[in-house]
């Protein structure tokens, strides 16, 4: 009980007047920015990150959790809405969630959305208080060659075993791990692919490769595309649920849960395979088979509940090991070191207190996301009818604002325009985001443990492999990478029938999170 | 959502029997092969540090080595008739043939932004960022476009300079603003 005590501390810190209305600041930001077609929450973290810049850390937390929860659940506004989800973990809502809307029933999807996202975020939240700590303990652990392996898994499953296309995955991959190397080499100080410019050798800033790939990179590429006839958009009203609702809701909600917070927890690459499977598990248990495709309330509100719980489990690791493993992650880890906070084991006993007023913050923007959307979710659907121009154009402005504000110098735009012009050739050639980006953060840390791994075992490669835990890590992936193969050749009548009900999904996964 | 708008746009949006080749993707083949040879490069300029084993040379070289052979497979992919899904969303209609002309444009609006930030400030160059980007994408109202423009750039400037204490570049306005 003793993490529920700091916990307690630590909302003692976080709950006050001024800080409640950071919260709500937050909240309405993220949302704003979430809602808007074609932004995902990685992008609305990325997008708003330098709004925070002025606050002091707790504020900034605050106002960040409250940035976060309302940029998810923006995007699944979106998805129930207009049917063309932000990102690819809204997938699974948009199926059932457009269904419901274009029978009359937005209020409800809207509603059982919320509601279930509240519930999965608070119950992942604690399960991050409970299980951070216990991770981090033995995180203390883990020696240079064992973090290596855990984080070639990472790479490794993000990569090969998330998208549809292999190679694709491993381009992405590469192109980030290249990013990753700019800039200054830690052991010798010498500027590795800097073009002999002093700003490159002070590495790249992550919030203006993460905007220009996630940000510039969409605004360009719809620029290229864009739609000419307006959307549908559903006209909704106050979100509501009846007594029926609320009584098929509940049961989807809490697996959902269950689903998604170990998929966040472990290394596994986001919410795309829990609310898949969340989505699945509700088609099968449900009383209400016939509505299934129809605008079934379960299949909002399982997989809702699976993308918000994993969402939370994703701090875990995050906080407790210092490696993220979605693209929101990764501008959460950015925000963080911006405060001079870098996760990792020793953080939960060095900085205590701000962990447990981070976690106190995740639940604070929680509640208010429930307090302030319910009301406020026609106001939302009004957004997307904001002509494209300004949209767009508005996208740019403040991409370019945030790129502008990290360093005040012009030369960070040029490279927003660089990864701008990066993301827009990522997008026409179906390369997927997310291994580019974990690419460039884990890249540097994988570097830095090969290199001290073998500076321990002499140079003797044997280094990498001399921890049980290293050489577990690498037979799971090494399984990880086979075992679907195998099944493939092995099972082929089976594969092909199980296929053709996963196509849909397969084929999202593309869309990694923006 | 169909597999045809999965299809990348291209030239002949004809729905195509024989699958052609998608040329652009030899090209991103030769970027990274550049980008891999420039990286191995890079690395053989670096001394190699002592008590490192390892070294500041290892790991660019490694990633070179597999850009150019990646490069290598894109390439026999794509002559296999290999084509990427390109990115779907909200706003994207994958039917029509990509709208280069508007992304120059508004790539055009952006290398200007930053040319000019400096002198004329943020509160200037934002304006007209965002009045150049909604004319690119084909806003018609320009009077009404530079008007929110400035809205949005002063405000932020202030917004910045109260809220935050971060003074944005003020330019030719040093000292109205």
């Known amino acids: 009980m003793d993490s529920l005590n700091l916990l307690w501390g630590g909302l003692e810190a976080a709950v006050t007047p001024e800080n409640l209305l950071w919260a709500a600041l937050g909240v309405l930001l993220g949302t704003f920015v979430g809602v808007l077609p074609g932004i995902g929450p990685a992008m609305a973290v990325a997008l708003l990150l330098p709004v925070t810049y002025g606050l002091d850390a707790t504020q900034a937390f605050i106002m960040f959790a409250g940035i976060y929860y309302g940029g998810m659940y923006g995007g699944s506004t979106t998805s129930i809405l207009l049917n063309t989800p932000g990102e690819s973990s809204s997938v699974m809502t948009a199926i059932e969630g457009n269904k419901m809307a274009k029978a009359g029933r937005a209020a409800q999807a809207l509603a059982t959305a919320a509601i279930g996202s509240f519930i999965a975020g608070t119950i992942g939240t604690m399960g991050v208080v409970f299980f951070a700590p216990a991770l981090a303990d033995i995180a203390v652990e883990i020696g240079a060659p064992s973090y290596l392996a855990i984080t070639v898994m990472a790479l490794v499953l993000v990569t090969a075993v998330l998208g549809s296309s292999k190679l694709r995955g491993f381009i992405a991959l590469f192109i980030g791990l290249t990013i990753g190397l700019v800039g200054l080499d830690l052991n010798t100080g010498q500027p590795r692919l800097s073009f002999g410019t002093t700003q490159l050798a002070d590495r790249l800033d992550i919030v203006v490769v993460a905007v220009g790939i996630f940000a510039l990179g969409e605004a360009l590429w719809v620029a290229a595309h864009l739609r000419r006839t307006p959307l549908q958009i559903t006209p909704v009203g106050q979100p509501f649920m009846g007594k029926e609702d609320w009584r098929r809701s509940w049961k989807p909600w809490l697996r959902?849960?269950?689903?998604?917070?170990?998929?966040?927890?472990?290394?596994?690459?986001?919410?795309?395979?829990?609310?898949?499977?969340?989505?699945?598990?509700?088609?099968?248990?449900?009383?209400?088979?016939?509505?299934?495709?129809k605008g079934a309330i379960e299949g909002v509100a399982g997989p809702e509940a699976a993308n918000?719980?994993?969402?939370?489990?994703?701090?875990?690791?995050?906080?407790?090991?210092?490696?993220?493993?979605?693209?929101?992650?990764?501008?959460?880890?950015?925000?963080?070191?911006?405060?001079?906070?870098?996760?990792?084991?020793?953080?939960?006993?060095?900085?205590?207190?701000?962990?447990?007023?981070?976690?106190?913050?995740?639940?604070?923007?929680?509640?208010?996301?429930?307090?302030?959307?319910?009301?406020?979710?026609?106001?939302?659907?009004?957004?997307?009818?904001?002509?494209?121009?300004?949209?767009?154009?508005?996208?740019?402005?403040?991409?370019?604002?945030?790129?502008?504000?990290?360093?005040?110098?012009?030369?960070?735009?040029?490279?927003?325009?660089?990864?701008?012009?990066?993301?827009?050739?990522?997008?026409?050639?179906?390369?997927?985001?997310?291994?580019?980006?974990?690419?460039?953060?884990?890249?540097?840390?994988?570097?830095?443990?090969?290199?001290?791994?073998?500076?321990?075992?002499?140079?003797?490669?044997?280094?990498?492999?001399?921890?049980?835990?290293?050489?577990?890590?690498?037979?799971?992936?090494?399984?990880?990478?086979?075992?679907?193969?195998?099944?493939?050749?092995?099972?082929?009548?089976?594969?092909?029938?199980?296929?053709?009900?996963?196509?849909?999904?397969?084929?999202?996964?593309?869309?990694?999170?923006? | 959502m169909t597999e045809t708008s999965h299809e990348t746009p291209a030239p002949t949006t004809a729905p195509t029997t024989t699958p052609a080749i998608d040329r652009g993707q030899l090209g991103l083949a030769g970027f990274l092969a550049l980008l891999g040879g420039y990286t191995v490069y890079d690395a053989t300029t670096l001394d190699v540090g002592f008590a490192d084993p390892v070294g500041p040379r290892v790991f660019p070289y490694v990633i070179g080595a597999?850009?150019?052979?990646?490069?290598?497979?894109?390439?026999?992919?794509?002559?296999?008739?290999?084509?990427?899904?390109?990115?779907?969303?909200?706003?994207?209609?994958?039917?029509?043939?990509?709208?280069?002309?508007?992304?120059?444009?508004?790539?055009?609006?952006?290398?200007?932004?930053?040319?000019?930030?400096?002198?004329?400030?943020?509160?200037?160059?934002?304006?007209?960022?965002?009045?150049?980007?909604?004319?690119?994408?084909?806003?018609?109202?320009?009077?009404?476009?530079?008007?929110?423009?400035?809205?949005?750039?002063?405000?932020?400037?202030?917004?910045?300079?109260?809220?935050?204490?971060?003074?944005?570049?003020?330019?030719?306005?040093?000292?109205?603003?």
């Open chain 1, 256 to 293: 959902g849960t269950a689903l998604g917070f170990p998929f966040g927890a472990i290394p596994a690459g986001g919410a795309e395979t829990p609310t898949f499977l969340s989505y699945l598990a509700e088609k099968k248990l449900t009383k209400h088979p016939e509505e299934f495709g």
């Open chain 1, 308 to 514: 918000n719980a994993s969402a939370a489990g994703t701090f875990v690791p995050l906080l407790a090991m210092g490696l993220p493993v979605t693209a929101t992650a990764t501008i959460m880890l950015a925000a963080l070191q911006s405060y001079g906070i870098q996760p990792g084991p020793q953080l939960m006993t060095e900085q205590p207190d701000l962990v447990w007023t981070l976690l106190a913050s995740l639940l604070i923007g929680n509640t208010m996301l429930l307090v302030l959307n319910l009301p406020l979710a026609p106001l939302w659907a009004k957004l997307l009818r904001v002509p494209r121009p300004y949209l767009y154009a508005g996208i740019l402005f403040f991409a370019s604002l945030g790129a502008y504000t990290v360093n005040l110098d012009s030369f960070d735009l040029f490279l927003l325009l660089v990864f701008g012009l990066l993301g827009l050739a990522m997008r026409r050639f179906g390369l997927p985001v997310l291994p580019l980006i974990l690419g460039v953060i884990l890249g540097p840390i994988m570097e830095s443990k090969l290199r001290e791994a073998l500076a321990l075992s002499g140079g003797d490669s044997s280094g990498l492999v001399n921890e049980p835990l290293a050489v577990i890590v690498y037979v799971l992936t090494a399984l990880f990478l086979v075992v679907p193969i195998a099944v493939r050749y092995l099972l082929p009548s089976r594969f092909d029938r199980s296929d053709d009900a996963a196509d849909d999904p397969s084929d999202e996964r593309e869309l990694v999170d923006r």
């Open chain 2, 66 to 177: 597999v850009l150019l052979l990646l490069a290598v497979l894109l390439v026999v992919a794509t002559l296999r008739g290999s084509r990427p899904e390109a990115d779907d969303g909200e706003d994207i209609d994958l039917d029509t043939p990509a709208d280069w002309l508007t992304v120059a444009k508004l790539v055009g609006v952006l290398v200007f932004t930053i040319a000019t930030v400096g002198v004329l400030g943020w509160a200037i160059s934002g304006a007209l960022l965002f009045a150049g980007a909604a004319w690119a994408l084909g806003s018609t109202t320009l009077v009404r476009d530079v008007l929110v423009g400035t809205v949005m750039s002063v405000g932020s400037w202030y917004g910045f300079y109260v809220g935050l204490g971060i003074p944005l570049s003020p330019g030719l306005l040093d000292g109205i603003l």
